[in-house]
């Protein structure tokens, strides 16, 4: 054998190629997390329908939840542990605290890469738009 | 060699009684919480019925007043107004959606048809819209169970599921599903922010107002028909359809089909 050299040479590039992502972020400055702002209601309120890091974490899935059971089952209150009760609806109870969604909801999907396609019916923003 | 047998039969023994503890730690950890674990139900206003149903008195309708009525239902809805004044009339024929409309005795009852039908008949408006079927044929018809009955008897459409294959246009011997060729979103004149709009690309069609039924308001349609239309239960003998229904001859679209339509016509 006497391409040893190319190929030790090639497991190199190779093994260079393919772990780009994880060393060129070591050396690149990252991005910062998008800061969230909260409207004066939100803050108000202080917990959202769940606790922050629920909310955090899994608002999508909780939204999904959400829509099916809205849709599919007539049923449109939401009690949650503390036993309050919410319209389960995005726009009219979500986006009713939340009216800041360039500020809010946008900016976090923008950073993750996301774009959710709930905005190409439901609209986006009830209290400020007229 | 009976040390190595030895230990196998032990730790498989300890790895199986692990595995059979973890159900019951799991449950456990499931049940100790704090408060009540979070639910849905309906709300206390919500109406509720067997098979909602609606009388249309044509007797007391005239131009104006169906004018009024799709006007109510369209404007709560959202329902894009693809005028041909914006898009020219072949478009507008084509593109256009509509939940309740307006049309002629021998278009909505095409089965129904005297050979010499009375003057006053004839020129009547006819209010017609989703009949909301016992055996809805769209319902057979749609490949990812986006339109279904709901067990109030509405034929109700998940906008969310829907695919825009149009087999339920196909399979709707009424006409009552139209489809969105485009975004309706520049073409609604008035937006309603209670209610979202729709998409490209998905049918829509009447909901029997379920969102309003929902928090125990009539549909749009019947609070702007100021009496000429009744809405109800057809399976509570005691409701004020039925009594509307017992009192007055009634006609209905298209029975011979089988489908059987909840939408009444007092002629």
Known sequence: ?130 | MEDSRRRFLKIAGIAALGMGTAPVIDAVAASGGHGAAPHMRKGDDALTAKQWGLVIDTTKLDHEKVEHIIEACHSTHNVPNISAAKVGQKVATRHEIKWIWETHYHNAFTDLRPQYLSEDVEERPFLVLCNHCEEPPCVQACPTQATFKRPDGIVLMDFHRCIGCRFCMAACPYGSRSFNLRDPRPFIEKTNLAFPTRTKGVVEKCNFCAERLAVGQPPACVEASEGAMVFGDLEDPHSEIREVLREHYTIRRKVSLGTGPAVYYII
């Open chain 1, 1 to 130: 054998m006497n391409d040893k050299g190319k190929i030790i040479a090639g497991i190199i590039i190779f093994f260079v190629v393919a772990t780009f992502p994880f060393w060129f972020n070591m050396f690149v400055e990252k991005t910062p997390a998008p800061e969230l702002v909260l409207t004066a209601k939100a803050q108000a309120a202080k917990v959202c329908v769940r606790d922050t890091a629920f909310m955090k974490a899994n608002h999508m899935q909780l939204l999904d939840e959400w829509r099916d059971t809205v849709v599919r089952k007539a049923e449109r209150i939401y009690v949650n542990a503390e036993g309050k009760e919410f319209n389960m609806s995005l726009s009219n109870t979500c986006l009713d605290c939340h009216s800041n969604k360039a500020e809010f909801c946008d900016r976090c999907h923008q950073y993750a890469s996301i774009e959710p396609y709930c905005w190409d019916c439901h609209i986006d923003n009830p209290k400020e738009t007229k």
